[in-house]
């Protein structure tokens, strides 16, 4: 079973409000994600993290923030929300490469 | 970089049947899962396979990572098996992440 939290778990906001997706594991993972999910759609990575002070973009252009200053925290924030952000937003860890990858249960926010 | 390619795109089963799902990749992987999102959109792990066979319950997995494929077996398919059942890879020759295919969606009436 893997502890990794999320929250909130549904946001609805108004278009130009700054918010923060708040994600933190206790298993001591370095590594952590953050992938993006339309509906009914597949995960497209947009940041990631491998370790303490390391952020880095992914894939998927994405006009979100990030930042590591706790090994076990990976907030996402976004200074001003669009409703072309609506989406799921799907946090992730693991240790190292080469093992499992865990997800937490997902944002999903509605941009009005 | 790396694709993922899932097949079939879409499967309607009858409760009781059983189905393969395929999953193939292009380049040589390091790490392999297989995902099964659930109607509230949480992704559950269904197995961690870069090669071989593992089996828990009703369900199966085997990648043959020589020939760049991996196939998810469902037996005995219920309700509660529908959703979106993702492939995800990683290569270290790739980096950064887990990639993702586009899914097969399962849909299991009773």
């Known amino acids: 079973e893997a502890d990794i939290y999320q929250t909130p778990r549904y946001l609805v906001i108004g278009t130009g409000k700054k918010i923060t997706l708040e994600c933190s594991q206790t298993m001591g993972h370095d590594k952590m994600y953050w992938y993006q999910q339309d509906p009914g759609m597949e995960l497209h990575l947009i940041h990631y993290s491998y370790g303490v002070n390391s952020t880095e973009k992914g894939d998927l252009s994405s006009e979100s923030t990030v930042s590591r200053i706790r090994t076990e925290h990976f907030p996402l924030t976004l200074e001003s929300a669009r409703p072309s952000h609506t989406s799921q937003y799907l946090c992730?860890?693991?240790?190292?490469?080469?093992?499992?990858?865990?997800f937490g249960p997902g944002t999903r926010l509605t941009v009005l | 970089g790396i694709q993922v390619e899932q097949s079939p795109p879409d499967l309607i089963l009858q409760e009781g049947a059983n189905s393969t799902l395929r999953c193939n990749f292009s380049d040589s992987v390091n790490n392999l899962q297989w995902f099964h999102q659930n109607p509230w959109g949480q992704l559950i792990n269904l197995f961690y396979?870069?090669?071989g066979t593992k089996q828990n319950g009703r369900l199966s997995a085997t990648t043959v990572a020589t020939e760049r494929y991996s196939l998810l077996y469902i037996s005995s398919s219920q309700t509660t098996d529908s959703g979106v059942y993702f492939c995800a890879v990683f290569s270290n020759q790739a980096g950064t992440a887990l990639i993702f295919g586009k899914g097969t969606t399962l849909s299991v009436s009773s």
């Open positions: 992730a860890s693991r240790r190292g490469f080469n093992n499992e990858q865990f």
């Open positions: 396979i870069p090669s």
